[in-house]
């Protein structure tokens, strides 16, 4: 129409820089993050008849869009680098966990098996799959289950015990005399979450 400002958003830096960040953040999901309302124009309130006629108010209104953007952007980074050092983290105790020589288990209050390190289940002469969801109690000697279901019951008060001397039966495999030292996790109301057992076969000490 005769006496209408055109302007092309295409052709405007501050667009093209908005765009371009985009592009290069394509795990970015941008409309699940609000803009802080100081750092952003909303354009919806921009008269369209005025944006047209004074492009200053629309180059003010991306230019506040790309500057929250970028703010939302570090952020995002930041966050980014946190989960990876985290995540490192996790891997190296795993690694200590699964390489350690001696036999590692982590149970419930319960005694139910959660995670078995390669040495427990070479212990227990069993492959490691197997043994998660597994009651420990299923390995320990008949002579010896009431005085462990008991010493198990008490762990919750004690909290921590060392040089707890039981028997354990492998799969298919000679009873094995073993020290066990355990840590009791709990959570703020004093319930078990989990329990770590290190376990070491004192067998061949026992016979000399």
Request: proline content about 4%; glycine content about 4%.
């Amino acid at each position: 129409m005769d006496g209408e400002i055109r302007v092309n958003i295409n052709d405007d830096p501050v667009f093209k820089a908005l765009l371009s960040s985009l592009n290069t953040n394509p795990g970015f999901d941008f409309t699940k993050h609000e803009i802080p309302a100081q750092k952003c124009l909303k354009l919806e309130s921009l008269d369209t008849k005025q944006s047209y006629a004074q492009p200053d108010l629309l180059y003010a209104a991306l230019e506040e869009l790309s500057t929250g953007f970028e703010e939302l952007s570090e952020k995002y980074e930041a966050l980014q680098a946190a989960y990876a050092v985290l995540e490192s983290r996790q891997q190296h105790y795993h690694n200590l966990f699964e390489l350690a020589p001696e036999g590692y288990l982590v149970t419930n209050g319960q005694g139910i098996i959660q995670e078995a390190n390669y040495a427990a289940a070479s212990l227990l002469n069993v492959q490691q799959y197997y043994l998660v969801g597994k009651p420990l109690m299923s390995f320990i000697s008949d002579a010896e289950s009431h005085r462990f279901h008991h010493q198990l019951h008490e762990l919750q008060e004690l909290q921590q015990l060392k040089d707890w001397q039981v028997v354990l039966c492998p799969r298919q495999g000679k009873p094995l005399a073993v020290d066990m030292s355990v840590s009791v996790f709990c959570d703020s109301q004093g319930n078990v979450v989990s329990i770590q057992w290190l376990i070491l076969n004192v067998t061949g000490l026992l016979n000399r």
